[in-house]
């Protein structure tokens, strides 16, 4: 198999599994938008592992597996029948990749093999980064080469907020499978079980939970958007897109009365359009624009001093793991 080959399943896996992705990102330059899609295929053939319907021997099986081909990779071995590793051979052999985040997104999801429910906020943005938060510093070498020291906070944080928007959004379908990510202190002071999240009716108490989760993302998203400008213009539209179409399912659920039970919020197409050719034209303007910010209908308290503080929280947990160093994980 050859780079070709692999990338083009590749963008078949983005295609299947990511509209909101695929169209984010498919107007990059040729050689960006391959690498966008292998780090993607690579995040979704893991993922997938951890939430097949399969023993957990299995899965654990299978996620030792991959950190051996990673380990393997490192030593410039790579496997060579599989289209993932073929397109990240050659992804990084073009791109100034760097191994940490792929290492801590294989840790998270031995945290979904093995769940626990976080117990705190800070549980929910620790599991957040290890999922999410590295598949955008899986990228930032791809969209804003030579500028990760500058960027690689905002580029966390934007994936923290979309992993808290996935978790708004289908909390249902999670807790019907057992997993339940709302932190357990949040659930106790909403009078909710874990049960209670597994009903198609949206549950008395669950409207702070909604807000609490859209004030989080929210803030995560101002910071990973703020820095727009200082991407590569060719990154700066699918930067912003891909935030702005996630985040349009906070503004839904937001319509919605955070009623996220009765039916999946889905982005059209349309939709999805619309919002590119308004940030298109944000791109192409030569003034400054104020704010790029989500504006969901998040209730006073929860949007003010909590989310500021998770943000402080997650900016000093990375600065940490970077910097100095964390047991099992590798800094960046």
Not at 261 to 276: E, H, N, T
Request: hydrophobic share 45%.
């Amino acid at each position: 198999m050859n780079a070709i080959q692999a990338y083009a399943t590749c963008e078949t896996v983005i295609r299947a599994h990511s509209s909101s992705f695929f169209h984010a990102f498919r107007h990059l330059p040729a050689a960006e938008r391959q690498a966008v899609y292998a780090v993607y295929a690579f995040c979704r053939k893991v993922d997938t592992m951890a939430d097949q319907d399969a023993p957990p021997a299995v899965k654990l099986l299978q996620l030792r597996a991959v950190e051996e081909q990673i380990r393997a990779a490192k030593h410039g071995v790579w496997t060579e029948d599989d289209a993932v590793w073929v397109a990240l051979q050659d992804v990084f052999s073009h791109f100034p990749m760097q191994w940490g985040p792929f290492d801590d997104m294989v840790r998270g999801q031995y945290a979904d093999v093995d769940f626990r429910a976080p117990q705190s906020l800070d549980d929910l943005l620790e599991y957040c980064y290890l999922v999410a938060g590295t598949v955008g510093l899986m990228l930032l070498p791809i969209l804003a080469p030579g500028r990760s020291a500058r960027l690689r906070h905002s580029a966390a944080a934007l994936g923290v907020a979309m992993q808290l928007t996935n978790i708004l959004r289908d909390v249902r379908e999670d807790a019907t499978m057992g997993r339940v990510y709302i932190p357990s202190e949040w659930m106790t002071v909403a009078g909710l079980r874990h049960d209670d999240l597994s009903s198609e009716q949206m549950p008395a108490g669950f409207v702070m939970i909604g807000e609490g989760l859209a004030a989080q993302a929210t803030s995560f998203y101002e910071m990973g958007l703020r820095v727009w400008r200082l991407y590569p213009p060719h990154s700066r539209l699918p930067l912003l897109a891909s935030g702005r179409f996630y985040g349009a399912i906070l503004e839904e659920a937001c319509a919605r009365g955070w009623d996220v039970f009765a039916r999946r919020i889905v982005v059209s197409d349309d939709r999805k359009r619309q919002l590119q050719q308004i940030l298109k034209t944000v791109v192409e303007s030569p003034k400054s624009v104020p704010t790029l910010a989500l504006r969901p209908c998040v209730g006073v308290q929860a949007a003010t001093a909590d989310a500021r503080a998770a943000t402080n929280r997650i900016r000093a947990g990375l600065e940490r793991r970077w910097q100095v160093g964390v047991q099992g994980s590798t800094p960046l």
